[in-house]
């Protein structure tokens, strides 16, 4: 199983989501996302696979989300995309990917159920 990882080494969660996948026996791809941020299509694909808003995507605690006042409501999907490129610290993570699956593991025990599933 091939499995995914948009990973900040800096973030607890992420550490403990790829702790866990290396835990049950595989070596992910791992993308540094700060490092290379996704692009505009790749976080609408990741959102759309997850069935999930871009806005659910966004680190909302991130003193920048309210810095570039991204907590108004008139604010849209394209210009939190266009905040979440140029600022890849407001990309929530860890974003987990497999064969069939696509989810925001936070809590990174999250990972543990998205694999348990794969693997049946």
Same mark, same amino acid.
């Given at each position: 199983?091939?499995?995914?990882?948009?990973?900040?080494?800096?973030?607890?969660?992420?550490?403990?989501?790829?702790?866990?996948?290396?835990?049950?026996?595989? %070596?992910?791809?791992?993308? %540094?996302?700060? &490092?290379?941020?996704?692009?505009?299509?790749?976080? &609408?694909?990741?959102?759309?696979?997850?069935?999930?808003?871009?806005?659910?995507?966004?680190?909302? &605690?991130?003193?920048?989300?309210?810095?570039?006042?991204?907590?108004?409501?008139?604010?849209?999907?394209? %210009?939190?995309?266009?905040?979440?490129?140029?600022?890849?610290?407001?990309?929530?993570?860890?974003?987990?990917?497999?064969?069939?699956?696509?989810?925001?593991?936070?809590?990174?025990?999250?990972?543990?159920?998205?694999?348990?599933?794969?693997? &049946?």
């Amino acid at each position: 199983m091939q499995i995914t990882i948009y990973h900040n080494a800096d973030c607890g969660t992420s550490r403990n989501a790829l702790a866990a996948i290396r835990a049950a026996g595989f %070596e992910p791809r791992i993308i %540094e996302y700060m &490092k290379t941020p996704p692009s505009r299509e790749e976080l &609408k694909d990741l959102a759309a696979r997850m069935q999930r808003t871009i806005r659910s995507l966004v680190r909302t &605690k991130e003193p920048l989300f309210q810095e570039l006042r991204l907590d108004e409501r008139d604010v849209c999907e394209n %210009e939190l995309l266009d905040a979440m490129i140029e600022n890849p610290i407001l990309i929530n993570r860890p974003i987990v990917v497999t064969d069939r699956a696509v989810r925001l593991c936070r809590p990174s025990e999250l990972v543990r159920e998205m694999l348990t599933a794969e693997c &049946k």
